[in-house]
């Protein structure tokens, strides 16, 4: 039986590319060289027939990433043991939909792509999520809600951050 999948977060690390399925709950393997497709499991907390599940994909010492669009939870999944950790990011019932993730040093940084959500960062070290309390406040005060606005001007962020610590190193 063929089936046609489809992604929109995935990554390749060792000649395998890693995505999340957008038609329901599911973690998959393909690799490279043979176009072999394989089913690795679904994702913790998050029921099978969920659609549109993950946005983007990042990696982080060998790490997927999965960034939320249909969740309220971040997966990460080790590339070499498959093994999962879900970082709770919204209330249960809800979802979380980022205009963005960048990943800088140890801290992933979420830009959300609603006003009424809020940015967060996470540190990858030992899993902390807090918000961005600054950024937050100025979304609300001044940003349009519009995904693609919070997604330029949260890159933009992240550059004057990275500016200014080379600047005014700690």
């Known amino acids: ?74 997966h990460l999944v080790h590339a070499d043991s498959l093994e999962q950790t879900a970082i709770k990011v919204a209330d249960d019932g809800k979802y979380f939909y980022f205009a963005d993730a960048v990943i800088w040093g140890d801290s992933l940084y979420l830009l959300p792509g609603k006003k009424e959500q809020q940015a967060l960062i996470v540190d990858l070290k030992d899993l902390r999520v807090e918000p961005i309390n600054s950024l937050n406040e100025f979304i609300k005060k001044e940003v349009p809600d519009s995904p693609e606005i919070v997604s330029i001007l949260f890159r933009k962020f992240i550059f004057a951050a990275r500016l200014q610590a080379v600047i005014r190193p700690a």
Request: hydrophobic content about 50%; charged content about 20%; some cysteine.
């Open 1 to 74: 039986m063929k089936m046609q999948m489809r992604f929109f977060a995935g990554k390749v690390i060792d000649d395998v590319l890693y995505f999340s399925a957008t038609m329901f709950n599911g973690l998959f393997g393909m690799k490279m060289d043979t176009g072999r497709i394989d089913f690795l499991g679904s994702f913790k907390n998050v029921p099978l027939d969920r659609v549109l599940l993950h946005r983007k994909c990042l990696t982080y010492n060998r790490w997927l990433i999965f960034i939320p669009q249909n969740a309220g939870w971040i």
